[in-house]
């Protein structure tokens, strides 16, 4: 892919933050924060940058390490990498979070000795001097490129802390240019850490919903999908603004197919829209051989589709004042989904899985096995069509084809699938069966030695 990778480690004294007022934060996001305490650390940016200098397009993407796993993990740059390396971003990964540093000291030897971690309630500062230490000293860390914009992103659990970040942080200290917040729930995590003696109710707790405040001078692109609606309460209903967006893709789920598995392959040949077409019609419910098994077959829904969208409709944002497409959202009924003839979710951003489906693609309904098996029901459900399904809706494979080209067309045009996936999807299409009819077997007919059909 023509990037080449390297770590660092950033040293510092971080603050803790508590609220100015005392009170409690309110559900408008307005919050106000003073620093409470400091401490010393030692944490890692991890770096992927072009080998060619003359592909960097100006924007570093900072990502908030996921720790859910209890290891440092980039759900956001497997998601998105294929847009993130052929448009020539910069991509950090910031270990902000004390679990997933120490994990790393933990296995990863003498190299990681001096990594150190006062507590997660100073990750709020040391992901601002981490996106700083970038402006800063962009001749080591990038290698003498010089950044345009810094765009901080992160999904499902750094997303919460994203929302808790803007909200109170990000007012003092204005650090990025923007924020690409994906897959978060109703609320923001806390301000303190875990463990850390508060006042009772403690101030630095966040309510639920929490709105992202309104008065921001960054953008701010919210992506949501079936799983993070429905586990919200579909609470996260804050209007669009020239400073907000909230785009909910249909037919995705908080974890998929792509995001544990089929991402860490894709080599962006194109390959993956083929395997998107496949894992429909045989999705699998073992994700994590040996480590997760659900109850049902896991979602195979579009979501990395559309995130690169986000991407770049977000850097177009802030580059260019550009802003991006206003995005339906989700049909309910205010306490669940509406649905289709066909099982999806009607309303939401639409793409040719949906649109064109041969098979129902949820962000709920799945289950397993306690303890690892309980985060199955963030990985939502596919439900293939039967033969005799797709026959109905694809009479003939020409019929099919056309109907998949339209549907991306749409999703392209709306600024929902980029250009080139698009063209990967419409090429995957016409390589499919789909809607063609099984050969029939030949024999001989007499004589003639000819052939018939039955």
Same mark, same amino acid.
């Given at each position: ?9 950033? &040293? ?79 991509? $950090? ?50 290698? /003498? ?27 003092? $200290? ?8 994906? &897959? ?35 953008? $701010? ?76 077959? $896991? ?21 260019? /004042? ?45 289950? /397993? ?44 045009? /709306? ?29 001989? &007919? ?9």
């Amino acid at each position: 892919m023509g990037y080449q990778q390297e770590e660092f480690l950033i &040293s510092g004294t971080a603050n803790a933050y508590e609220p100015e007022t005392g009170e409690p934060f309110g559900v408008d996001g307005k919050w106000t924060v003073t620093p409470s305490a400091t401490a010393s650390y030692t944490t890692r940016a991890l770096v992927y940058r072009p080998i060619d200098p003359k592909r960097f397009n100006g924007t570093v993407i900072v990502e908030w390490f996921n720790v859910s796993s209890g290891l440092d993990s980039a759900p956001d740059w497997t998601t998105a990498h294929n847009e993130l390396a052929r448009s020539g971003y910069i991509w $950090v990964g910031i270990s902000a979070q004390k679990i997933g540093l120490d994990s790393t000291k933990a296995l990863g030897g003498p190299r990681y000795a001096d990594l150190s971690h006062p507590g997660d309630s100073f990750s709020y500062d040391i992901f601002s001097q981490a996106g700083q230490a970038i402006w800063d000293n962009a001749v080591t860390m990038l290698d /003498g490129l010089t950044p345009t914009v810094v765009i901080a992103t992160g999904e499902s659990q750094s997303a919460f802390r994203l929302v808790t970040y803007i909200n109170a942080v990000h007012p003092i $200290v204005d650090v990025y240019d923007g924020f690409l917040v994906h &897959s978060r729930f109703a609320f923001g995590a806390p301000l303190y850490q875990a463990g850390t003696p508060a006042p009772v109710p403690n101030p630095g707790d966040v309510p639920s919903p929490t709105q992202i405040r309104d008065d921001l001078n960054v953008p $701010v692109l919210v992506f949501m999908t079936e799983t993070d609606a429905a586990v919200s309460g579909f609470s996260v209903t804050q209007p669009d603004s020239d400073m907000y967006r909230l785009w909910e893709v249909a037919g995705t789920a908080h974890a998929d197919l792509y995001s544990v598995l089929n991402g860490s392959s894709d080599i962006g040949d194109g390959q993956d829209a083929v395997k998107d077409l496949e894992s429909m019609q045989n999705p699998p419910s073992i994700v994590l051989p040996g480590l997760m098994e659900c109850d049902y077959p $896991v979602n195979t829904g579009p979501q990395h589709w559309v995130l690169q969208a986000a991407v770049d409709a977000l850097n177009q944002w802030v580059v260019k /004042g550009k802003l991006p497409p206003v995005a339906p959202r989700f049909e309910t009924n205010g306490l669940m989904f509406e649905f289709d003839q066909n099982g999806n979710v009607r309303g939401g951003i639409r793409t040719p899985q949906v649109d064109v489906p041969i098979a129902m693609l949820s962000g709920i309904g799945n289950s /397993g096995v306690p303890p690892e098996g309980a985060f199955c029901r963030l990985f939502g459900t596919t439900v293939p069509f039967t033969a005799e399904k797709i026959a109905e809706l694809y009479p003939d494979h020409g019929w099919f084809v056309w109907q998949w080209a339209r549907a991306t067309h749409m999703a392209v045009k /709306g600024g929902f699938i980029l250009p080139d996936d698009g063209k990967e999807l419409m090429k995957a299409a016409a390589m499919s069966d789909i809607g063609k009819k099984p050969r029939h077997l030949c024999k001989r &007919s007499g004589r003639g030695g000819g052939l018939s059909t039955d």
